[in-house]
């Protein structure tokens, strides 16, 4: 229970020190990761702070170790539901190693100079780009902090220098080319999201070159500005209001799932649904629903976190190699379409 002192004022190290009967630096170093303490008086601090409602102050401690235990988190398109699935395991994972999160939103009104200038003045540990879209800018302002350790997750960046971890995204685009074959089609397209002037996610020319292997030429290229669905919806719709019905593609591979999602919202609305057979990537929970039975490629995100995490934690961790991982393809039927 606290006392009438501590009621009415933030408890300290002192507090506890006295109660505990040791030094306040002895509190201190209970407190601290590897630091040598006694069991049983660790335990007796901690049970002590807990009864007095103390916690260490770890700006004040950061001063001292040169450490905030704080990862900057560089995000872009917020409304992919995908990056919202990335943003919770991220955090999860850097909070069971006892640290915390600043999250900078790169968009057209929070620059990328404002978000890494925000990064360095408050000391982060180290800086994940999170499937961000890589500019020419961003790459050129995360080069002149090298003092900050950077990884970059879902985008290969080995031409900008700079270390990352992913799925393996070439040979993910070659087994949905294989897919397609499979199948029969012959008039097959890809929808992109926002382009990256430094790097690429490599799904792209993994595709065309899946098909081409077989002889296949991709037909059609659609763009959209961003990973949203009504992105994905409006490029497709604007495809099919110029396309004569049997000039139209037979498949259809999307950048992720939002874009794939809209894609088939499109097919809906325009009283197509299943002229043509959709593949996304992601596996977002939407995808499994019944209404979309989207046929996907799934990322092994949680174990991509683990070793992006690893290696901007690690001392020894910016020496290590870039890492591609393999993903599955989940099949459901969008992938099949109805030729009647």
């Avoid at 890494?116 to 995360?142: C, S």
Wanted: contains cysteine; hydrophobic residues 40%.
């Amino acid at each position: 229970m606290k006392t009438q002192t501590t009621i009415n004022r933030k408890v300290t190290a002192s507090d506890v020190a006295a109660k505990a009967g040791v030094s306040k630096w002895t509190v201190s170093r209970a407190f601290t990761e590897g630091a040598q303490v006694a069991p049983d008086v660790r335990e007796k601090i901690k049970k002590i702070s807990l009864e007095l409602g103390y916690s260490p102050n770890l700006l004040a401690r950061s001063l001292s170790t040169r450490k905030t235990h704080i990862i900057g988190l560089v995000m872009d398109e917020l409304g992919n539901p995908n990056q919202l699935k990335l943003l919770n395991e991220v955090t999860r994972q850097l909070q069971l190693k006892s640290y915390s999160s600043l999250l900078l939103n790169i968009s057209s009104e929070y620059s990328p100079a404002t978000a890494l200038t925000l990064a360095d003045q408050l000391q982060v540990d180290g800086l994940l780009f999170l499937g961000t879209t890589l500019t020419r800018e961003l790459i050129h302002l995360a080069q002149n902090i090298k003092h900050i350790p950077l990884v970059v997750m879902f985008r290969n960046s080995g031409n900008a220098g700079i270390p990352f971890v992913s799925t393996d995204g070439f040979h993910a685009g070659q087994e949905i080319a294989q897919l397609f074959v499979e199948c029969g089609y012959r008039n097959i397209g890809y929808m992109a999201g926002p382009m990256s002037e430094s790097t690429e996610l490599r799904r792209f020319e993994g595709f065309k070159d899946g098909l081409q292997t077989h002889g296949i030429a991709l037909s059609t290229v659609l763009k959209t500005g961003h990973y949203q669905r009504s992105d994905g919806m409006h490029s497709l719709m604007r495809y099919i209001e110029s396309t004569p019905r049997d000039q139209r593609m037979e498949a259809l591979f999307c950048e992720n799932d939002i874009l794939a999602i809209g894609a088939m919202d499109a097919l809906l609305a325009s009283h197509a649904s299943g002229k043509i057979a959709i593949v996304g990537f992601d596996d977002i929970e939407l995808a499994s629903s019944p209404a979309y039975a989207l046929t996907t490629f799934r990322q092994p995100m949680e174990f991509l976190v683990a070793e992006a995490i690893d290696r901007l934690l690690d001392s020894s961790g910016q020496s290590r190699p870039s890492h591609l991982s393999p993903g599955s393809l989940i099949l459901r039927s969008s992938h099949k379409r109805n030729s009647s």
